[in-house]
């Protein structure tokens, strides 16, 4: 099995520890991952602004950069929904690389619950741990139940997590409202994304969040931005870093 | 003005802002404990959602049904290009009549036209008898929402409002006692109006029959005592059997507000005995919704849930759309219709996706304000400044080595540049921290750490740890 890793820009020059964990963790799993050193970025801040035009050389690059692959693993259920979901306008219909490129596209949790089909994660992490379910992993590549749809689901981040020693989990008065990260929406809707945030750390503060997690660290980036502006004491980690320090890798 | 800025005056009262989240959330949790009570609830969505295409997909022939059932049942038919006609045609019928007054329930589609300040100016008074609409109305302001049309409004000021309005005590609040006294003014109304004006929820082809659903019976009282009832509807009302209609009652009242159904679902098949029903179908645009991406759109039937889950409708409030159907579904609906005006609205979104997950007939919104984005940008209208910044992205992206580049300097820059220099609105990082921290720049990106990790093992090296 030829498994690449897609680090998304963003966490490939902000979170550099968290592509960290992901790689450190697939190892543990027996995974060696290569990291095809031409990726940059999957077009998504270009295609949320409509511009199709600026996004489409990237996603033609992204096809290009993975196309030898059996799997493209990433720690970002944002980027791989922009691959998996909004590829079509970008790519030639019909182009059978690109459709196979996008469908083995699959996130970090994903890939090791449903490939690598992994059953216990040994480790321990004494925590009470908040889980922040990030929208497009959530309604976009289903990796949970969104509380809108009247239809069991089993969030694979809770079955990744759960078998920790130790680890308790936040219980929330709303479970899954978006933290108003939302890409240039941060900026351009600034105040309504800011309240968004302080919203959604406020539920995570009643809850007795010591660690906030997600699957992606671009709504921890503005979370974490929003808590150290606040001084709020809360630890916000990757669900990959977490996994990492539980199993002491 | 554009909805940011809107947005960010309404969010900068913050309790008010909160207190209408609240609201708003409130009727959001209330629609899902309704909706989990029904078994089969992603079945009747998956119906009504194949129920609204087909009909959709045989539009012209459904009309056409609908129009010569309805006439046989002794309605008058009228069809309505536009707004200025729609209004022309309801003034002309109230003419006919000699009416003076009208007494209406609520109809978004005649906030769509702006009826009322056209019939006004042409000199017939104009009543809105839904409380909610009655309260904006006395207010001069036009509906925050589609279903609860006055819920940016406090019960203190809609005390004020009536103080001044109706006579009620000064700073009473009570709702019981406030409620009273608008139905006691909106009965003296209903006796005295000459004609009714009611919208349509649904209008059934097979039988020319038309469905008002109210909660509080004014749709009833408006056409049960004035002798011309006039009931306006967009084209895209049109369910084809009276069979459908109880899929689509199961689901409206429960995503709207978490009742199982609305008080009155008033069925209207002919005028009654005496009296006159005249059927106004508008398109203002709608055939050329159908024709084009955006035409799941049409197939709202105007529940609101997605506004009520909308996280920024709710911290943003439904007047910073300045559109008659704000949120979600309008900030698809009005864009088609005047883009340059409301080139902002699909913009207001975090694509959180919310609304596709509540929609009763599974419109996927926000993959159509995604898709909105690129509609606009094919017109020229998301902004030259972010358009510009997005091409250099594009370019920096494209070329692996000047991404590097690219990524080096920012993380050095946002390293040496003084904190005061980096958190105004000069830099580019200064937008991202008005509200926030700038993440902090770790020396060395992920491909320099892995590409050391690789040298290191391929040296065989057994320390592999440190790289964390």
Known sequence: MKVALFIPCYVDQFYPHVGMATVALLEAFGVQADFPEAQTCCGQPMANSGCMDEARPLAEKYINVFRDYDYIVSPSGSCVSMVRNHYDHLVAEGDRVAVEVRQRTVELSEFLLQVLKITDVRGKFPWQVGVHQSCHGLRELRLGPSSEVMAPRDSLLQQLLGGLDGIRFSQLSRRDECCGFGGTFAVAEAGVSAMMGEDRINDHQQAGTQVLTAGDMSCLMHLEGLIRRRGVNMRVMHFAEILAEAMAL | ?468
């Open chain 2, 1 to 468: 003005m554009a909805h940011p800025a809107l947005a960010d005056a309404f969010t900068a009262n913050r309790d008010r802002a909160r207190w209408h989240d609240r609201a708003l959330w409130f009727v959001r949790e209330k629609r899902d404990r309704m909706a989990s009570g029904v078994p089969e609830w992603e079945l009747l969505r998956e119906t009504a959602s194949a129920i609204k295409q087909h009909t959709q997909s045989l539009m012209a022939d459904y009309l056409e049904q609908f129009e010569a059932r309805a006439k046989e049942l002794g309605a008058v038919v009228h069809w309505a290009v536009d707004a200025a006609e729609h209004n022309q045609i309801v003034l002309a019928i109230l003419q006919s009549h000699g009416a003076r007054r009208l007494v209406k329930s609520k109809s978004m589609l005649t906030e769509e036209c702006h009826l009322n300040p056209f019939l006004e100016q042409n000199g017939i008074e104009v009543i809105d008898t839904d409380l909610g609409e009655r309260i904006v109305q006395l207010r001069e302001e036009p509906p925050s929402h589609i279903v609860l049309p006055a819920i940016h409004i406090r019960k203190e000021e809609v005390g004020e409002c009536f103080h001044e309005h109706l006579g009620t005590e000064q700073g009473a609040s009570d709702p019981k006692y406030l409620t009273e006294a608008a139905r006691n003014h909106l009965r003296q109304c209903f006796c005295r109006a000459d004609a009714g004006l009611t919208g349509v929820n649904f209008a059934i082809a097979e039988t020319g029959g038309i469905v008002i659903c109210t909660n509080e019976g004014n749709a009833d009282l408006g056409t049960g005592l004035p002798k011309v009832h006039i009931a306006c509807m967009g084209m895209e009302k049109l369910i084809p059997r009276a069979a459908d209609l109880s899929v689509f009652l199961r689901l409206l009242a429960r995503s709207a507000t978490g009742q199982p159904i609305t008080t009155y679902s008033s069925h209207f098949h002919g005028p009654q005995p005496g009296g006159e029903l005249h059927i106004v179908i508008v398109d203002n645009g709608r055939t050329e919704i159908l024709k084009s991406e955006f035409r799941r759109s049409l197939d709202c039937i105007r529940c609101g849930a997605c506004m009520n889950t909308c996280p920024v409708y709710r911290r943003s409030g439904g007047h910073s759309y300045e559109s008659t159907v704000p949120g979600p579904i309008g900030s698809i609906l009005t864009p088609l219709q005047t883009p340059e005006k409301h080139s902002s609205l699909p913009f207001a979104c975090s694509l959180c996706g919310s609304c596709t997950d509540v929609c009763p007939v599974k419109i996927p919104l926000h993959h159509q304000l995604f898709a909105m984005r690129e509609h606009l940008d094919g017109k020229r209208l998301i902004g030259t400044g972010k358009k510009l910044q997005m091409k250099l992205l594009s370019a920096v992206f494209s070329r692996t080595w000047l991404y590097r580049l690219a990524g080096s300097a920012a993380r050095l820059a946002l390293k040496i540049t003084p904190r005061f220099l980096l958190y105004s609105p000069l830099t580019p990082a200064g937008a991202w921290g008005k509200e926030r921290e700038i993440p902090a720049a770790p020396p060395k990106s992920f491909r320099e750490l892995y590409a050391a990790r690789r040298a290191q093992k391929a040296a065989g090296s057994s320390g592999d740890r440190d790289s964390r």
